[in-house]
T-cell receptor
Framework: GDSVTQMEGPVTLSEEAFLTINCTYT??????LFWYVQYPGEGLQLLLK?????DKGSNKGFEATYRKETTSFHLEKGSVQVSDSAVYFC???????????FGQGTRLTINP | DARVTQTPRHKVTEMGQEVTMRCQPI?????VFWYRQTMMQGLELLAY????????DSGMPKDRFSAEMPDATLATLKIQPSEPRDSAVYFC??????????FGPGTRLLVL
């Protein structure tokens, strides 16, 4: 079945560091890919998405590129802030599917 | 700014008691999801509805959990009887179809 695998957390970085959170997927067909973010004490919210190969999703300084050849959708940010501390979830949905498939989440902590 | 609302935000109860959680989806959204989040299991999909009809509740323990949508503005998740292992954060999410889901703030349930 469809699945999403994220890099193990937790990840701890200093402010202004470069961030990469790896995400790879297994899916039948051509999925749409998503990153959701969960700030402390809140529900998940959509951060960015890409619907076809080579698309780049971006939002709030975060970027992720849909790489079909490596079945990956890694999340990157050039300079993180303390306010980026959160749990990040990679997810996919295939055409015609009724629900998102989430990865296990990666907890990110940014120290000042 | 339309949001998904959930009540109660926190609930502490004793084992064996009935628990009812409520969700008001965003007006116009046709799909409602119930998730459970724990440290051990991560984010689990319990059930979801489209146009108020249940599509899949295979993620729920059938003997004690039930989910309904009495009308388009209310979704409920009930646990009867509750057990300590049900302690978790329960999220409701709504959307147009399944791709972009808007999560509520969650109900934090503690069963003693």
């Amino acid at each position: 079945g469809d699945s999403v695998t994220q890099m193990e957390g937790p990840v701890t970085l200093s402010e202004e560091a470069f961030l990469t959170i790896n995400c790879t997927y297994t899916a039948t067909g051509y999925p749409s890919l998503f990153w959701y973010v969960q700030y402390p004490g809140e529900g998940l919210q959509l951060l960015l998405k890409a619907t076809k190969a080579d698309d780049k999703g971006s939002n709030k300084g975060f970027e992720a590129t849909y790489r079909k050849e490596t079945t990956s959708f890694h999340l990157e940010k050039g300079s993180v802030q303390v306010s980026d501390s959160a749990v990040y979830f990679c997810a996919l949905i295939t055409q015609g599917a009724q629900k998102l498939v989430f990865g296990q989440g990666t907890r990110l902590t940014i120290n000042p | 700014d339309a949001r998904v609302t959930q009540t109660p935000r926190h609930k502490v109860t004793e084992m064996g008691q009935e628990v009812t959680m409520r969700c008001q989806p965003i007006l116009g959204h046709n799909t409602v999801f119930w998730y459970r989040q724990t440290m051990m299991q991560g984010l689990e999909l319990l059930a979801y509805f489209r146009n108020r009809a249940p599509l899949d509740d295979s993620g729920m323990p059938k003997d004690r959990f039930s989910a309904e949508m009495p009308d388009a503005t209310l979704a409920t998740l009930k646990i009867q009887p509750s057990e300590p292992r049900d302690s978790a954060v329960y999220f409701c999410a709504s959307g147009l179809w399944a791709e972009t889901q808007y999560f509520g703030p969650g109900t934090r349930l503690l069963v003693l």
